[in-house]
């Protein structure tokens, strides 16, 4: 396209942000000083990786390095709480999140604790994430830093946790259907409040149900029969 209206594009360059002075010419010429980092993964952290790659296996998906912000959003409705914990997740991350293979729900957290867990500021740290975990209702594990891990010492800790999460969703589902009731209830997974709306695909395409405010970080449904 052939520049016929120049007025038209400094208001545009002005809008996003480029200055009359600094084409884009020349921010495309300058390179961004970024560089890969040689440790994605510390060597510990890969070696333990790859044994618990081998007792995970086509049961669950491993990602390393997932923020906690990723994984879980704040229930509280205060707004000054709200900043206050999701500033305190939004920093932090777990060593790994093992996620189911089909749905990539998070099923377990592992954690790798090396010698800095000892640290004061680390002991703190550790505490609130392993309340945090807890109180969700997401198992953590942590893991002593070691030079070599065997299989089955990884599969004893890791393998009960990665065949639970079928029957826990479904356990969830009668819970959910009793609280029928009253007009608008109150999601069971968040306590935030829940709105009508009609399903647009799937089974009960046209049907009434409570979907949660909190959508899509909370996808708690109540069927309206
Ligand atoms: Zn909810």
Known sequence: ??????????????????????????????KLPYAIRD??????????????????????????KVSLGDIFFVKAKDKSKHTTYLNKINRKHIDFLICDTATMKPVVGV????????????????????????????????????RSYTVSEIKERIYPFLQKEADTSKEFETQVNSNQDTNEPTCKKCGS??????????????????????????REVVAID
């Open 1 to 30: 396209m052939s520049n016929q209206n120049p007025g038209c594009l400094g208001s545009l360059l002005k809008l996003i942000g480029i200055e009359k002075g600094t084409t884009s010419d020349e921010h495309t010429e300058m």
């Open 39 to 64: 440790d994605f993964l510390s060597p510990a952290e890969l070696s333990f990786y790859q044994v618990l790659n081998q007792v995970v296996d086509s049961s669950g998906v491993i990602c390393p």
């Open 111 to 146: 954690e790798l604790d090396d010698s800095s867990h000892s640290r004061q500021d680390r002991i703190k740290r550790d505490e609130f994430v392993n309340k945090l975990f807890s109180d969700a209702g997401l198992p953590l594990v942590r893991i002593a830093n070691k």
């Open 193 to 218: 409040s829940m709105t009508r709306r009609i399903a647009k695909s799937g089974e009960r395409k046209g049907k009434a149900f409570y979907g949660c405010s909190n959508f899509p970080k909370c």
